[in-house]
T-cell receptor, first 117, second 117 residues
Framework: ETGVTQTPRHLVMGMTNKKSLKCEQH?????MYWYKQSAKKPLELMFV???????ENNSVPSRFSPECPNSSHLFLHLHTLQPEDSALYLC????????????????FGPGTRLTVT | AQKVTQAQTEISVVEKEDVTLDCVYE???????LFWYKQPPSGELVFLIR??????QNEISGRYSWNFQKSTSSFNFTITASQVVDSAVYFC??????????????FGKGTKLTVNP
């Protein structure tokens, strides 16, 4: 595998289900991100992990719970979602230098298309 | 606060035409980074270019070129001799230099380009 992979690619879940989205990056990066892309809205940053530590939680409801066990894997645990949570969920990774003074590009996975019924 | 505006929601051209996608940004920082991404129908965001605020040289890569003008806070993207495979949604994004925290990419709403044969 190369780049950033995401599974599953498509997910349909009821509002009472619990599911998890998985992301894996094969680029040796040290930062990973979750984004939400809904129709008619710009890409929204949800969570950021630098060196496995969560450094950003962009006012995301608690029904979304991220987990980053190591710098290559990122999960998004979902429970009791609402229909308005239906969207494309994109994972990305990048290299953040220790000094933090330079911003490098993020590389994205193909996304998980989530439908909440 | 950072902001990216892509005023063109949709553009439709005929193959071999040149097309320019506009991007205007707002930031109070003197150090920042600008990006362009392409999102084909498959959903994955593909990185195209990264430019820092101190480098105003225009860049050309094959049929793609970018015009960065700090005086007008614009970072426009031109595709020369467009092809059907260029059909996608194109996003412009901005990241201010991180200040001890995590980097954040702020995206525009995207421009959907359709190239007709």
């Amino acid at each position: 595998e190369t780049g950033v992979t995401q599974t599953p690619r498509h997910l349909v879940m009821g509002m009472t289900n619990k599911k998890s989205l998985k992301c894996e990056q094969h680029l040796g990066h040290n930062a990973m991100y979750w984004y939400k892309q809904s129709a008619k809205k710009p890409l929204e940053l949800m969570f950021v992990y630098n060196f496995k530590e969560q450094t950003e939680n962009n006012s995301v409801p608690s029904r979304f719970s991220p987990e980053c066990p190591n710098s290559s894997h990122l999960f998004l645990h979902l429970h009791t979602l609402q229909p308005e949570d239906s969207a494309l969920y994109l994972c990305a990774s990048s290299q953040v230098p220790p000094s933090g003074q330079v911003v490098y590009e993020q590389y994205f996975g193909p996304g998980t298309r989530l439908t909440v019924t | 606060a950072q902001k990216v505006t892509q005023a063109q929601t949709e553009i439709s051209v005929v193959e071999k035409e040149d097309v320019t996608l506009d991007c205007v940004y707002e930031t109070r920082d003197t150090t920042y980074y600008l990006f362009w991404y392409k999102q084909p129908p498959s959903g994955e965001l593909v990185f195209l270019i990264r430019r820092n605020s101190f480098d105003e040289q225009n860049e050309i890569s094959g049929r793609y070129s970018w015009n960065f003008q700090k005086s007008t806070s614009s970072f426009n993207f031109t595709i020369t001799a467009s092809q059907v495979v260029d059909s996608a949604v194109y996003f412009c994004a901005l990241s201010e230099s991180p200040k001890g925290g995590s980097e954040k990419l702020v995206f525009g709403k995207g421009t959907k380009l359709t190239v007709n044969p």
